[in-house]
Antibody, heavy 123, light 111 residues
């Protein structure tokens, strides 16, 4: 059974960097038929896909245009996890952040999700 | 303003059939598959439908999906109290604005 477990601080100051980690069990971050995503949810923006990392002989990343200049998603194969870094945060980045697997087995839908992490941007 | 348009609310009585619509465009639903998710308060979304009309294992056949042109629908038959919650559609978008886009969500109430 695939499980995704998120960790990271729940409070970040404006202009600082938001960092979250998603630990994977029951699957491999390097599996070539999956992509590992970050999605956030807020009352004002709804569900918003932020980006993904995936391995296809090499590592690739894709990011949403709305955060492309501030985001970095990286995989750590030694720990079988992936991480999100969002720089220069503002209160508008306050949201529940989810990690999620996107799998070819379900034609690219998000079939497993982390438990969610509420991140508040406030001084 | 979400890229995919859903009605904000829907309701039905136990045993009834309800449908939830999801309207998109030629850059998303018109050319890519649709997935549907169910979310209970305080929990992560759960995959209900993928590839327009396919159910993952464990999802009851009371849930079905369909698509026509740039619109998709989720139907729930034999409505049960545990079906309450928020429902979201999603699709890959080939425009410059992003990769995956979601609907704004429909809150389903079982009366």
């Amino acid at each position: 059974q695939v499980q995704l477990h998120q960790s990271g601080p729940g409070l970040v100051k404006p202009s600082q960097t938001l960092s979250l980690t998603c630990a994977i069990s029951g699957d491999s971050v390097s599996r070539s038929s999956a992509a590992w995503n970050w999605i956030r949810q807020s009352p004002s923006r709804g569900l918003e896909w932020l980006g993904r990392t995936y391995y296809r002989s090499n590592w690739y990343n894709d990011y949403a245009i709305s955060v492309k200049s501030r985001i970095s998603i990286n995989a750590d194969t030694s720990k079988n996890q992936f991480s999100l870094q969002l720089n220069s945060v503002t209160p508008e980045d306050t949201a529940v952040y989810y990690c999620a697997r996107r799998s070819i087995a379900v034609t690219g839908a998000f079939d497993y999700w982390g438990q969610g992490s509420l991140v508040t941007v406030s001084s | 303003q979400s890229v995919l348009a859903q009605p904000p609310s829907a309701s039905g009585t136990p045993g009834q059939r309800v449908t939830i619509s999801c309207s998109g465009s030629s850059s998303n639903i018109g050319i890519n598959t649709v997935s549907w998710y169910h979310q209970l308060p305080g929990t992560a979304p759960k995959l209900l439908i993928y590839s327009d009309n396919q159910r993952p294992s464990g999802v009851p056949d009371r849930f079905s999906g369909s698509k026509s042109g740039t619109s998709a629908s989720l139907a729930i038959s034999g409505l049960q109290s545990e079906d309450e919650g928020d429902y979201y559609c999603a699709a890959w978008d080939d425009s410059l604005n992003g990769y995956v886009v979601f609907g704004g969500g429909t809150k389903l109430t079982v009366l």
